[in-house]
């Protein structure tokens, strides 16, 4: 069966400093890997996307980036993190077929001080 | 573009019935709809697919318009476990792979 891990659960980072949150995939190839922020009480805005290795489709642009090193990995990053960032962060997988649902990690509650 | 979901938020006593809409200004390959208790990552209620096919949950029913790039999705004789907020995601036919969600409608159903 597949699962989907994100890690860390939570994480209190100051103003400036950098980020990198990890998001893997297992029980699966090639999957379509999506990064998803959630302010406080608002809804899912799609951050990145990726539909293979090294092929990043950037949503909003800010201060943070997406890599895609290995098939079943997705990496998002700031160098300089702002107030701003801070917010429940999600990665998910689907298959490529546009009849097949998304599966969510547990989040990543991100809060920058 | 990401779809436009109505109402923002409904409250419902158990029993009652609620639609939930969403609409989009592209074409689209298929609707999906999710629904996120508190703090919980989203769990999949039902995918509908351009063509009328439909995949997801025995109990709540949606639509598809094609022709309007629009979803409905019914919650019918709500029950207290039907609490939280849904969110309809569009996969439109210009953008594969591409998975946008609306704002979302927080729903509240109460004794």
């Known amino acids: 069966s597949q699962t989907i891990h994100q890690w860390p659960a939570t994480l209190v980072q100051p103003v400036g400093s950098p980020l990198s949150l990890e998001c893997t995939v297992e029980g699966t190839s090639n999957p379509n890997l999506y990064w998803y922020r959630q302010a406080a009480g608002r809804g899912l805005q799609l951050l990145f996307y990726?539909?293979?290795?090294?092929?990043i489709s950037s949503e909003v642009p800010q201060n943070l980036s997406a890599s895609r090193p290995q098939d079943r990995q997705f990496i998002l990053s700031s160098k300089k993190l702002l107030l701003s960032d801070s917010g429940f962060y999600l990665c998910?997988?689907?298959?490529?077929?546009?009849?097949?649902?998304?599966?969510f990690g547990q989040g990543t509650r991100l809060t920058v001080v | 573009q990401q779809p436009v979901q109505s109402p923002q938020a409904v409250i419902l006593r158990e029993g009652e019935d609620a639609v939930i809409n969403c609409s989009s200004s592209k074409a689209l390959y298929s609707v999906h709809w999710y629904r996120q208790k508190h703090g919980e990552a989203p769990v999949f209620l039902m995918i509908l697919l351009k063509g009328g096919e439909q995949k997801g949950h025995e109990k709540i029913s949606a639509s598809f318009n094609e022709k309007k790039q629009q979803s409905s999705l019914y919650l019918t004789a709500s029950q207290l476990s039907y609490s939280g907020t849904y969110f309809c995601g569009t996969e439109p036919t210009d953008s594969w792979g591409k998975l946008q969600f609306g704002a979302g409608t927080q729903v509240v159903v109460t004794p």
């Open positions: 990726s539909v293979g290795i090294g092929q």
């Open positions: 998910a997988w689907k298959y490529g077929e546009s009849d097949t649902e998304a599966f």
